[in-house]
């Protein structure tokens, strides 16, 4: 071998040496260029609740009702495993928002879109169930990037709802996809008018209860009748108190069956017959004694 090629060989066996053990500056610009070179793309989890607000109202009277659609969507470019909508209400700052907390009914269903949340949907069978005191919550599986869950939600009071009341419901939806989780909320305020009359029903022991109706927009000579399960009980009365007195041995179980049962108050015509005009009505529950052998009422 000459002395050139002899050279070449060792400069070889150096520059092999020095990389295979990570030693000088090979190593140092093979760690360089990779740090250089790296990178990484991260996707986003974003939440959106729209729509909480359409349910702020005022009750005027206790026949009435909300309806309105909440949009739960995932605004982010990541999917979301699963969503979760929980429902908290802000500490009741008297005793009639307590009451009304317990008062107002709030049920929720899925649907397909906005438009097929109206006041005259019938709320399917299943739909989740509760109050502002112990409000539904909704959950759901897999929601796309971009996606958006609607659901209709339609909230009552009850015929005893009290007046001047006011409850602070606010929705948070929370979006989950492994570790990652993104929220968002939406609130509003429910509320009950303060010339609101007395609550329709109001037990007086067992034996009987007092149901009470407006009689403040018929003149003053309108007779009304009182409906039990839809069975007229009692004679007429002509307004001049605002109240009917149920008694639960006027009612028989022919007519109604122990449990829950509709009642209302309805103006009668010039022959004293029912109208389809109802003035208030509300649920009463008929029972027996303890002893088994007279009926009992209370409101429901």
Known sequence: MSR???RLALLTALVVLMVGTGAGAGWAVWRSSAAVSTSAVVGTLSAQVSGAASLGTTYATRTSSVTAPLAFRNLGTVAASSWRAVTTVAPAPDD??????????VQAWPVSSAAACTASASVPTGAASG????????SGGVLAAGATATWCWRTTPSADAPASGTVAPTVTLTLSAGTWRASAAGGFSQATSSTLPPPYCTDAGSWYVTLRYDR???PYETSYGLLVAGTRIQSPDQGYNGYIVLNASDVSKAVAPDGRTLTQVVVLDSAGRP???????GYVSFGVDQWGTARTVVCS
Do not use: N
């Open 131 to 138: 109050t502002w005191a112990a409000p539904p919550v909704l």
């Open 216 to 218: 403040t927009r018929f």
């Open 275 to 281: 109208t389809s005009t109802v003035v208030s009505s």
């Open 4 to 6: 050139a090629s002899r």
């Open 96 to 105: 009639a928002s307590s009451s009304l907390a317990s008062r107002v009914t």
